[in-house]
């Protein structure tokens, strides 16, 4: 070719054009060893940007952009994305709810929410019925791979297990897409199964209201009946004390303790309250007289925590509740007949905390570092009360607390977020009538079943001294689901949401974290107090979370989002060591060191 020729077609070629193909090539040696630096061979990707193999098998391939930046191969970006995504919506039963369809995956939870409700035939645009605007969550599942080495052979073993992600909090389709682009593919149907959330809102609490003096030592626990009508104390001065809950004024104060109150509980009910003492005494009040129905030589040594059988157990008898105790036992009683029915022996240690599950199981958990799963019924091939079905362990040190999914059902009984049963047994004023009895029943069955679905599987999670927590499905199996860590230092406290979509962990390090309820994914860490956290609670509707701490304070969280508080509650001169929600949402109870009770309310 002649010089006029290369001219006329160095001309055609733009001047800020790169040719971005070809051998990049830095001078001195153009392979090996003798050229470290030596880049390879680059190639266009038709993005821009090029991708660079280098010939020396020391050197990766690499992708860069025009501007020679390295781009993260695993990196997705949102032109990866399509559009459109074919989705199938599924109850909680796991029926299909019309038919697979295309959702452009820019919709976020409240488009996929009007979607879900035009499917039910629940129509938007009617306020006339409580169903005109009802929020769902939405959770998809997705297969996990984990690749582990058998310790006896020594072979590679590869394992899958499901995990369901909650994908209300991503702003669309298309990131949470982003986020499990290597679980989750385009190609195929996404399933995503819907939960109806609650209707009603709590208002957040923010201002305290009343400061309620009597108890003469620190106050270790405060509880709300599952009406949210009546409010009980007790602690270190021996006495348990009841509280109108309308007028905050002192109704009784019961004496037969002789000892600091360690442990109290209501009966799903509400009919009895039951307080546990560290000599060793199970006393039972009648919350409305204020007297004492029975007072039993329960164990040993302290009473440690108590529990009792669900209302929707039992044909709704509600008379049987479970104690353990540092003497390494749990117990059985019937209140009716003040009989121990079941010991429960098979810990070497203390005995930490103990729950009566949704399914007719009791769970405990001890020094010993292990959490044993106990048999509560007869008949169904279930052995008999008191048989222990299973010893789950995972944990490195002693084991403080558990929390059951099913907690917040079990607790308020068949009461609803107003305190109210039904029209029909409203205006029933004798609790110990049949009538009002059999309709409670149903009703505390009715409201586990539609919380438990027919595929729920009930979920146990554990905290130690190990800074863990391990989520378990002890119905199940012994394996460890997953272990969750994060804390770094004791995990002192575990509360599921009431619609078990989430529940959180209180600890020592002064955080609180907050974990997703079904597959255990950690969502966020809550800080801001600047002393140990000792306790949790829920508001009724699953949008708030209160905490107490050794800093004298509470403090109010919105979920899942608050990473920050949204009010501190300050008042109290000493430790705040007990908290509660009432079930109403209408306040929360704080006790403290100080002696006092504060009643905090929007």
């Known amino acids: 070719m002649d010089a006029e020729s290369t001219a006329v077609a160095a001309e055609a070629v733009p001047a800020n054009t790169k040719d971005l193909s070809?051998?990049?090539?830095?001078?001195?040696?153009?392979?090996g060893s003798l050229n470290p630096a030596n880049q390879g061979y680059r190639t266009a990707d038709g993005k821009g940007g090029y991708i660079i193999s280098n010939t020396h098998k020391r050197y990766k391939r690499t992708r860069r952009d025009a501007d020679g930046n390295i781009i993260d191969e695993n990196d997705i970006q949102d032109d990866d994305i399509p559009g459109n995504v074919v989705v199938q919506f599924r109850d909680r039963e796991g029926e299909t709810v019309g038919e697979a369809m295309d959702v452009p995956t820019s919709a976020g939870t409240e488009e996929l929410g009007t979607l879900i409700r035009s499917l039910l035939n629940e129509d938007d645009e009617?306020?006339?019925?409580?169903?005109?605007?009802?929020?769902?969550?939405?959770?998809?599942?997705?297969?996990?791979?984990?690749?582990?080495?058998?310790?006896?052979t020594g072979e590679p073993v590869v394992k899958t297990h499901t995990d369901e992600i909650d994908i209300t909090d991503f702003n669309s389709l298309k990131a949470f897409l982003k986020e499990y682009h290597k679980q989750i593919s385009t190609e195929q149907t996404l399933e995503l199964t819907y939960q109806p959330l609650a209707l009603f809102k709590v208002r957040p609490v923010t201002r305290c209201t009343d400061t309620l003096p009597g108890h003469t030592e620190a106050i270790l626990h405060v509880s709300y009946s599952p009406d949210g009508k009546h409010l009980a104390s007790g602690g270190g001065d021996a006495t348990v004390r009841f509280w109108d809950v309308n007028t905050s004024t002192p109704r009784h104060t019961c004496k037969g303790h002789k000892d600091h109150v360690l442990s109290t509980s209501w009966s799903p009910d509400g009919k009895r309250f039951g307080s546990g003492d560290k000599r060793?005494?199970?006393?039972?009040?009648?919350?409305?007289k204020g007297e004492a129905n029975g007072s039993i030589k329960a164990h040993a040594k302290w009473i440690t925590?108590?529990?009792?059988?669900?209302?929707h157990r039992n044909n709704g008898k509600c008379e049987r509740i479970v104690t353990s105790s540092k003497d390494g036992l749990a117990k059985i009683y019937n209140v009716r007949t003040k009989r121990c029915e079941a010991t429960l022996a098979g810990h070497t240690d203390s005995i930490e905390s103990v729950k009566w599950g949704?399914?007719?199981l009791i769970y405990t958990a001890s020094r010993d570092r292990t959490i044993k799963v106990w048999n509560a019924e007869e008949g169904d091939g279930k052995g008999r009360v008191g048989l222990l079905v299973r010893t789950l362990?995972?944990?490195g040190h002693r084991v403080n607390t558990l929390a059951v999914s099913c907690d917040y059902i079990c607790r308020t009984g068949p009461f609803d977020h107003y305190g109210k049963i039904g029209a029909d047994l409203d205006n029933v004023k004798d609790r110990d009538s049949e009538e009002w009895r059999e309709g409670a029943y149903k009703a505390a069955l009715a409201k586990y079943n539609a919380f438990k679905g027919s595929g729920e599987q009930e979920r146990l999670v554990s905290g130690s001294d190990d800074f863990t927590l391990i989520l378990w499905h002890p119905t199940e199996n012994k394996r460890p689901i997953k272990r969750l860590t994060g804390h770094q230092q004791a995990v002192n406290h575990l509360a599921f949401s009431p619609d078990s979509r989430f529940f959180a962990s209180a600890s020592?390090?002064?955080?609180?974290?907050?974990?997703?309820?079904?597959?255990?994914?950690?969502v966020t860490t809550m800080t801001g107090h600047v002393g140990a956290v000792y306790q949790v609670a829920w508001s009724s509707d699953a949008r708030f979370l209160v905490s107490a701490s050794k800093d004298s304070t509470a403090k109010l969280w919105e979920v899942p989002s608050g990473k920050k508080a949204k009010e501190t509650l300050p008042g109290h001169a000493d430790e705040v060591y007990a908290l509660d929600w009432s079930p109403n949402g209408a306040s929360v109870a704080t006790g403290s060191k100080d002696r006092t009770i504060k009643i905090w309310k929007h």
């Open 280 to 288: 060793g005494f199970l006393i039972l009040w009648d919350p409305t």
């Open 393 to 395: 362990v995972g944990h």
């Open 126 to 152: 009617d306020h006339s019925t409580n169903k005109a605007h009802v929020p769902y969550a939405f959770f998809a599942k997705i297969e996990r791979i984990t690749k582990t080495t058998n310790p006896a």
């Open 305 to 311: 925590g108590m529990s009792w059988e669900p209302m």
């Open 358 to 360: 949704g399914e007719g």
């Open 22 to 31: 070809g051998v990049a090539w830095t001078g001195g040696s153009l392979v």
């Open 508 to 522: 020592f390090d002064k955080k609180i974290k907050l974990w997703n309820g079904r597959s255990g994914d950690f």
